[in-house]
Every structure is written in structure tokens, then in C-alpha cells.
């Protein structure tokens, strides 16, 4: 594909479970992000991944929160004991170094 | 993901005529500014940009107005189509960070009759 894939495209679980949020990004991208849109919300950044330097995590909101990116490529956002504020929409954009965010469709998490 | 923001300002256009949607950003020191459009079911997509030394650029149907005194952006977009109905979101970049880390403000909904 083209653009960047997001698996599930909807995800319902139970309060308490941990769910896993998959991000392909675009081939050959050094930059990888994770972005979520709650309801009535901008975009709230969570982190960013930039080639085989340290993640910036700094917008995860609670250590609830994690995401790694194996091999430079695919990433994983986990979220361990899901809460009902958890529920958005979960956004993984990936780019070449300085250049603009390629944004894929976004998981939708719903807790309930 | 499908647009949020039930509650979004709305600028509601006939087609043809020409939309100015506003922006406040937050931080003086902003040195790179977004234009996004997200359409129902779809990440947010980039239209145009400008840095903090300009106080205009212009796209293809699209113009990007930024004012530093009072932290304003706006997107004004030429004779508007259906097709531009969508979700407009500016974005800021804090300081020497680029891309690194956007901070993006609530998003307003554009809706164009026929």
C-alpha cells in the first residue's frame, strides 16, 4: 500500500483489558508518531519515534501507556488496563526526517 | 478515524464562494505552522504550511495568513467546492522541534452546499 495502515480500524473492549494498536508506516520512513483525537479534540500528541534515536515520549499520558517500533518499521501502541477516557480515535503518521506527517486512518478504541 | 468533534465550530459556505477559517495558536515562539483537512474516515491530510518569517503563502486555491502580534492563522480557500467539506485543523510547531511534536487546536468543520 501506498500510505500508512492501521490495525484494528475499531476496537471495543472491556474496562481493565489491554489492548494493542498496530501501525505500519510507510516504507523507507525514519519518523514514525502516534497522535490521539478524543471527541471535540485536536490532535494530542503521545509520541515519536525518530530512526534508531530514543523515542520522545513525552505526550504519553500515564505509564499505562507504552509503543515501541521493532526493526525500524512496524509500531505497536499498547494501552495496559484500559479506562473509559481511554476511548478516541488513535493516529500513527509516519515521514521521512523534516519532512510533513503522512497520518493513516486512525484506530477507533471504544471502553466500555 | 471518522471525524470527531460533534461540537466543533462549523462555517457553513454555498459552493463557489470563498471560506476563511480562523485559528488561534498558543505559543509566541511558534516558528512552523500546518494546515490540515480531515475527511470523514480519514487521518488528517496536509495542505499547506508556512514558516514564522512569512506573513502569507498561497497554495492552489488555498491561502495561508499568519499574524504573530496576535498569534492568528487563518486558511482562506478560493471558490469552494463540495469536496472541501471537511475538518480543518492548524497545527503549530514549538521551537526548533519541526514535526517532532505538532500541537494541533480543536479543528473547524467546513460544510459546502451545492
Known amino acids: 500500500g501506498a500510505g500508512v495502515s492501521q490495525s484494528p480500524s475499531n476496537k471495543v473492549t472491556e474496562k481493565g483489558k489491554d489492548v494493542e494498536l498496530r501501525c505500519d508506516p510507510i516504507s523507507g520512513h525514519t519518523a514514525l508518531y502516534w497522535y490521539r483525537q478524543s471527541l471535540g479534540q485536536g490532535l494530542e500528541f503521545l509520541i515519536y519515534f525518530q530512526g534508531n534515536s530514543a523515542p520522545d515520549k513525552s505526550g504519553l499520558p500515564s505509564d499505562r501507556f507504552s509503543a515501541e517500533r521493532t526493526g525500524g518499521s512496524v509500531s505497536t501502541l499498547t494501552i495496559q488496563r484500559t479506562q473509559q477516557e481511554d476511548s478516541a480515535v488513535y493516529l500513527c503518521?509516519?515521514?521521512?526526517?523534516?519532512?510533513?506527517?503522512?497520518f493513516g486512518p486512525g484506530t477507533r478504541l471504544t471502553v466500555l | 478515524g471518522e471525524n470527531v468533534g460533534l461540537h466543533l465550530p462549523t462555517l457553513s459556505v454555498q459552493e463557489g464562494d470563498n471560506s476563511i477559517i480562523n485559528c488561534a495558536y498558543s505559543?509566541?515562539?511558534?516558528?512552523?505552522f500546518i494546515w490540515y483537512k480531515q475527511e470523514s474516515g480519514k487521518g488528517p491530510q496536509f495542505i499547506i504550511d508556512?514558516?514564522?518569517?512569512?506573513d502569507k503563502r498561497q497554495g492552489q486555491r488555498v491561502t495561508v495568513l499568519l499574524n504573530k502580534t496576535v498569534k492568528h492563522l487563518s486558511l482562506q480557500i478560493a471558490a469552494t467546492q463540495p469536496g472541501d467539506s471537511a475538518v480543518y485543523f492548524c497545527?503549530?510547531?514549538?521551537?526548533?522541534?519541526?514535526?517532532?511534536?505538532?500541537?494541533f487546536g480543536t479543528g473547524t468543520r467546513l460544510l459546502v452546499s451545492p
Open positions: 508556512i514558516r514564522s518569517n512569512m
Open positions: 497545527a503549530e510547531s514549538l521551537p526548533n522541534t519541526g514535526f517532532q511534536k505538532l500541537v
Open positions: 505559543n509566541s515562539a511558534s516558528d512552523y
Open positions: 503518521a509516519s515521514s521521512f526526517t523534516g519532512t510533513d506527517p503522512n
